[in-house]
């Protein structure tokens, strides 16, 4: 993840969080807050709108975080307070990443063309946690584009095992293949 100002604030939450020992609670807290923005778009609204009154956006996170972990809150008041609302979803998934970090946890997405059945599924979670020696969380995805094979998101990188990145890769291949010789000399004169 790139090291903007939203990835600096959940960097320092994390600190902070570790610090003190109130990681779980901050991560419980934080997940709830994320949830409630996704699943509410006037709420999203409201916290993101340039136009709408900061002292509204405060009483809002306020509300939402009554009963939440204080540094938690005080979190949530130093973006609001700086008018930074607009990286608490940078903030949140920089958190979450280091989060599983040192929970040994790791979110893999895997994107298929077709439905697989959940031995299948279990056994490449099997796998991938051995391999990284990590507690592998699998999110199965289903995308028809990708005509067959896989697509793995592991945090920053993509792995594209899927027919459909194959066949872009072979046109991106014939398309310099064919550059290449245009731009060769010689030919008929």
């Given at each position: ?32 807050l ?19 009154p ?115 890769a ?20």
């Amino acid at each position: 993840m790139a090291q903007g100002p939203g990835s600096i604030y959940g960097k320092a939450l994390f600190e902070a969080a570790q610090e003190s020992g109130k990681i779980q609670a901050a991560h419980r807290d934080l997940s709830a807050l994320g949830s409630a923005i996704l699943e509410n778009a006037q709420l999203a609204r409201a916290l993101f709108n340039p136009g709408f009154p900061e002292t509204g956006k405060r009483q809002v996170l306020l509300s939402l975080a009554k009963d939440a972990e204080p540094l938690v809150v005080n979190f949530l008041l130093v973006l609001a307070d700086h008018g930074r609302l607009s990286d608490l979803p940078a903030a949140l998934e920089q958190f979450e990443e280091q989060y599983g970090a040192s929970e040994r946890h790791l979110e893999v997405v895997l994107t298929t063309a077709f439905e697989i059945d959940d031995a299948q599924a279990e056994r490449l979670r099997a796998t991938l946690s051995s391999q990284t020696g990590q507690k592998v969380a699998l999110e199965r995805r289903i995308d028809p584009h990708i005509l067959g094979g896989v697509v793995l998101r592991v945090r920053d990188l993509l792995i594209d095992a899927s027919v459909r990145g194959r066949l872009e890769a072979l046109r991106v291949s014939l398309r310099q293949a064919r550059l290449a010789g245009q731009a060769s000399p010689g030919g008929s004169a």
